[in-house]
């Protein structure tokens, strides 16, 4: 990777999350190229692809945690800059794979350490509500990962990235997250990036899926281009 090259700038105003060109080059022949996205507000965009393909390093270069070595991220039209905490604290929720709650904190400690609303948050998932006062440490997987998801979109941001949200976790709790990220998407008019291995999740989800291959963008389709082709995005560009 380069020095940064994602500077300050105002271009024309287009709403939501424009990516173009990014691309982050590990020296080691892997990254991504030229990622291009454009997501408006209300919007989920799921990126899909084999393990190693990308997928993370779009959100890494996307949120500032991996400096990209080319590329634009604007928000609303305003190129984003500066460290990766002020951008996520700005402008964009990422939540990466594992958990990224405080597990020496409590539930309820967590949401307030984001500024988040427990009774917002705990309208969403009332099935967590007994676990309020608990340490998000001592949260089951899946339990954690509901309560990351909330927080993420909950936040006063207008961006969020959520990577592999549904890793590891019972059908009935992936389709609960489908669900609350589809509904909390269109209520906030938050601009969503779905990183998945899942062709059902981008199915239940997304407005667009785009497909990467060995770090570059190879399909960009709607759900019902998706829907139709299921089968050769999944033997072609998901399985070994
Ligand atoms: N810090 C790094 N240094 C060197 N290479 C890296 C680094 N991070 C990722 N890579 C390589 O870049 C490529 C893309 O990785 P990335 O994690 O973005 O893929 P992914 O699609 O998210 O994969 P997975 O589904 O397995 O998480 C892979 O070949 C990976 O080995």
Redesign the pocket.
Known sequence: MTAAAVGTSTSVRAEGLSVSGLT?D???????WDFDLHVQPGEVTC?I????????????GISGF?TPDRGIVEVDGTQLSGAPYRRCREHVSLVV?GRSLFGSLTLAENLALARIDADEFFGLFPQLGSRRDVPAGSLSGGQQQLAAVGRALLRDVRVVLL??LTFGLSPVVRALIARVVREEATRRQLAVVV?E?HVETALAIADRTLV?S??RTVLDLSTDELAAQTSDVENTYLHP
Not at 49 to 60: I, Q, V
């Open positions: 982050v590990y020296g080691n022949g892997a990254g991504l990126v692809g084999r393990n190693g393909a990308g997928k993370s390093s779009a959100l890494l991996v794979k990577d592999e990183v291995q990467l060995e770090g």
